[in-house]
Structures are given as C-alpha cells and as structure tokens.
Nanobody, 122 residues
Framework: QEQLVESGGGLVQAGDSLRLSCVISGRTFSTYTVGWFRRAPGKEREFVAAISSGGSTLYANTVKGRFTISRDNAKNTVYLQMNSLKPEDTAVYYC????????????????WGQGTQVTVSA
C-alpha cells in the first residue's frame, strides 16, 4: 500500500504564496497520476489540481492561473505552488494517487494522505 505525506501548509496572509509537497512511498510513483484536493470547514471535499505520469495537468477553475502542480519523479514528490492566496483557499489540502489519466473526482483516487492545513487570513 502506498503512503502519502503532505507538508508545507501554514498560516499566511492574502496575496502570499505557499508550496505544498506530497511525498509518496512505493515503487510505482512514476506511473501514478497525483491529485490535490481540499476540504474547507463545513464544505465538501473539492478537486484542486492533478498531474499525470506524463506531466499532463488539470486544474479547478477556482485556482487556474494561481496554482501550479509539478512533479519530481526522482524524489517521489509532487508539489503544489500556490500564489496569490485568498481567504477562500483556507482548507485542509490532501494529495491522492490513482492509475490512469488525470481526473477531478475524488472517488477515482485510491490512496490518500492525512492532509496539511492551509490558512489564509484577510
């Protein structure tokens, strides 16, 4: 079973940047699509971004142009660079993996991390 560990969350002000990391154990990292999701208090979990094994990316409209997802297969790590953060980006951010193409539905992902908190103050 794969293990995913997120890091990089924190408390920032609106307009600031953060970079989240997701380190994934396992021998097949390079074949995975990796997605980032988030859950804000009182809200449903929502898709943020995903990157395929070949580097194709998919973004939610709410973060397009502000967030960038990337991966380093040599380090078994996927990053989420978040710029121009807004208070509405406040949430627990989770990474998850699946075989196959990028998808924005959480139920299609097989393994999940424990999450990292991002708080953006106004």
């Amino acid at each position: 079973q794969e293990q995913l560990v997120e890091s990089g969350g924190g408390l920032v002000q609106a307009g600031d940047s953060l970079r989240l990391s997701c380190v994934i154990s396992g021998r097949t990292f390079s074949t995975y699509t990796v997605g980032w999701f988030r859950r804000a208090p009182g809200k449903e979990r929502e898709f943020v971004a995903a990157i395929s094994s070949g580097g194709s990316t998919l973004y939610a409209n709410t973060v397009k142009g502000r967030f960038t997802i990337s991966r380093d297969n040599a380090k078994n790590t996927v990053y989420l660079q978040m710029n121009s953060l807004k208070p509405e980006d406040t949430a627990v951010y989770y990474c998850a993996v699946r075989e196959g193409a990028t998808r924005n539905m959480a139920r299609l992902y097989d393994y999940w991390g424990q999450g990292t908190q991002v708080t953006v103050s106004a």
